[in-house]
């Protein structure tokens, strides 16, 4: 099946930093990928859609200035939050579809922020 | 605004039993996926359902679709503790792979 990788799969940072999160797929080429977060105990909630060499769509109430998205290539999906803060510590998940006929998302294992 | 509900939230339940999750959802989609999460990880993808009436099943799972109703259940079989894990149902309305997610069903088997 697709693979679909992240890193760092942990991450921890100063209040105030900026911390940049890849995705990959790693064999198929990604027309679509999607970021979401999760708090604990709660769902995944969607952040953003980035289609590769176009500018990401956000979804309501996410702040894009402060979720920095880019796909530059079909393969590689990059979520940068800047200035983080404590309330932005999370699990973010990322997953990516490609030209198929399947309709799976395949998902990534996820990266773990904590903001200090 | 679609929403999308699940229920139980939470379920404990004997191995060996049977037991069904339901999903119901607010607007019109013929898309639903069911995914499993073990803490601390990512999902990973049990079933995608396409089409009103569609069923699948692998191994002591089994997933059906009811787009008329909207509604989707996961029905368990025969419970083992493997299967513990929090399940959640995803649904795409528009056909643009956007997923709104379900609220999530802990589910714990006891021995």
């Known amino acids: 099946g697709a693979v679909v990788s992240q890193h760092p799969s942990r991450v921890i940072c100063k209040s105030g930093t900026s911390v940049k999160i890849e995705c990959r797929s790693l064999d198929f080429q990604a027309t679509t990928m999607f970021w979401y977060r999760q708090f604990p105990k709660q769902s995944l909630m969607l952040m953003a859609t980035s289609n590769e060499g176009s500018k990401a769509t956000y979804e309501q109430g996410v702040e894009k200035d402060k979720f920095l998205i880019n796909h530059a290539s079909l393969t590689l999906s990059t979520l940068t939050v800047t200035s983080a803060h404590p309330e932005d510590s999370s699990f973010y998940i990322c997953s990516a579809s490609g030209q198929t006929a399947s309709y799976e998302q395949y998902f990534g294992p996820g990266t773990r922020l904590t903001v200090t | 605004e679609l929403k999308v509900e699940q229920n139980p939230l939470f379920l404990s339940m004997q191995e060996g039993k049977n037991y069904t999750i339901y999903c119901n959802y607010s607007?019109?989609?013929?898309?639903l996926y069911w995914y499993r999460q073990d803490p601390g990880k990512s999902l990973e993808s049990l079933f995608v359902?396409?089409?009103?009436?569609a069923v699948k099943q692998e191994g002591r799972l089994m997933a059906s679709l009811d787009t008329k109703a909207r509604l989707s259940t996961l029905h368990i079989t025969a419970a083992v503790h493997d299967l513990s894990a929090t399940y959640f149902c995803?649904?795409?309305?528009?056909?643009?792979?956007?997923?709104?997610f379900g609220t999530g069903t802990r589910l714990t088997i006891i021995p």
């Open positions: 607007t019109t989609s013929d898309r």
């Open positions: 359902l396409l089409s009103n009436g």
């Open positions: 995803a649904v795409d309305i528009r056909g643009n792979e956007k997923l709104t």
